[in-house]
């Protein structure tokens, strides 16, 4: 079930496929009856509205204001594991490890990266059509647990002992509120992990700021111009290797 290094090397190609898909959920647009596709944000109030849990207006404040803590949610972990990771390892086309990273969010959970992004994808995730949202979750969803599995599979044959005491203690995805390990000496670079994770930072400040005037035509376009200006960031990241590695 893990990923291959084939699929690992490519992540991002193919993540970047599932959101193209997820926008455009042909399946979707092809089917319908109507030429007006809505968005599962519009889809979301108008369920909580019409169950009555909500009126309108508050459906309307409540899913946006968890879509926007979402999105900063998303931002910040992605941050705060880059700034302790190093952007050449969230980068690297191959699977990485030194040494246990004990340090920063990784005391909490093993892969606060993978995380970060499912939590920036799920705010994403609200301005695709209905059909093109559940998809886009499930499969990302999906891919992520693959690549968790072929990281934690690399480095416990690589790393052996240290990393299989880690393991017991730190839980994989969902976050421990209070430290499982000790931390290690690893210091964050914070301007690194500030710039390599431009598009979720970008992203969340344009969600918060476009959110109110509920255009998901518009906020879809500062989705694709978020992830244009990061690819450019990135391009112009100087390599720095981290203190140590564990997994994303």
Same mark, same amino acid.
């Given at each position: 079930?893990?990923?291959?290094?084939?699929?690992?090397?490519?992540?991002?190609?193919?993540?970047?496929?599932?959101?193209?898909?997820?926008?455009?959920?042909?399946?979707?647009?092809?089917?319908?009856?109507?030429?007006?596709?809505?968005?599962?944000?519009?889809?979301?109030?108008?369920?909580?509205?019409?169950?009555?849990?909500?009126?309108?207006?508050?459906?309307?404040?409540?899913?946006?204001?968890?879509?926007?803590?979402?999105?900063?949610?998303?931002?910040?972990?992605?941050?705060?594991?880059?700034?302790?990771?190093?952007?050449?390892?969230?980068?690297?086309?191959?699977?990485?490890?030194?040494?246990?990273?004990?340090?920063?969010?990784?005391?909490?959970?093993?892969?606060?990266?993978?995380?970060?992004?499912?939590?920036?994808?799920?705010?994403?995730?609200?301005?695709?059509?209905?059909? $093109?949202? /559940?998809?886009?979750?499930?499969? *990302?969803? %999906?891919? #992520?647990?693959?690549? &968790? @599995? =072929?990281?934690?599979?690399?480095?416990?044959?690589?790393?052996?002992?240290?990393?299989?005491?880690?393991?017991?203690?730190?839980?994989?995805?969902?976050?421990?509120?209070?430290?499982?390990?000790?931390?290690?000496?690893?210091?964050?670079?914070?301007?690194? $992990?500030? /710039?390599?994770?431009?598009?979720? *930072?970008? %992203?969340? #400040?344009?969600?918060? &700021? @476009? =959110?109110?005037?509920?255009?998901?035509?518009?906020?879809?376009?500062?989705?694709?111009?978020?992830?244009?200006?990061?690819?450019?960031?990135?391009?112009?990241?100087?390599?720095?290797?981290?203190?140590?590695?564990?997994?994303?």
């Amino acid at each position: 079930m893990k990923a291959t290094n084939l699929e690992f090397r490519f992540r991002m190609p193919i993540i970047f496929a599932l959101y193209v898909l997820g926008f455009w959920a042909p399946w979707e647009r092809y089917s319908s009856h109507t030429s007006a596709i809505t968005s599962t944000w519009l889809e979301l109030i108008g369920a909580i509205a019409s169950a009555h849990w909500l009126s309108l207006s508050n459906a309307t404040m409540f899913v946006t204001s968890m879509a926007i803590a979402l999105a900063f949610a998303g931002a910040v972990i992605r941050i705060w594991g880059t700034a302790y990771l190093g952007a050449s390892t969230m980068q690297a086309p191959s699977l990485q490890g030194q040494q246990v990273l004990a340090a920063g969010p990784y005391r909490h959970v093993r892969n606060p990266l993978y995380l970060g992004s499912y939590l920036t994808a799920l705010t994403v995730a609200i301005l695709m059509p209905p059909q $093109g949202a /559940l998809f886009f979750v499930v499969t *990302l969803g %999906f891919f #992520i647990l693959r690549l &968790v @599995l =072929a990281e934690e599979s690399f480095l416990r044959d690589k790393l052996n002992g240290p990393y299989l005491d880690y393991v017991k203690r730190v839980p994989r995805i969902l976050p421990s509120p209070w430290p499982r390990v000790p931390s290690s000496a690893t210091r964050p670079h914070w301007f690194d $992990g500030l /710039l390599a994770e431009t598009f979720p *930072l970008a %992203f969340a #400040i344009c969600f918060a &700021v @476009l =959110a109110w005037r509920y255009n998901s035509h518009l906020l879809t376009q500062s989705v694709i111009i978020c992830f244009g200006g990061s690819l450019i960031v990135r391009a112009m990241l100087p390599g720095r290797h981290p203190d140590g590695v564990l997994s994303k």
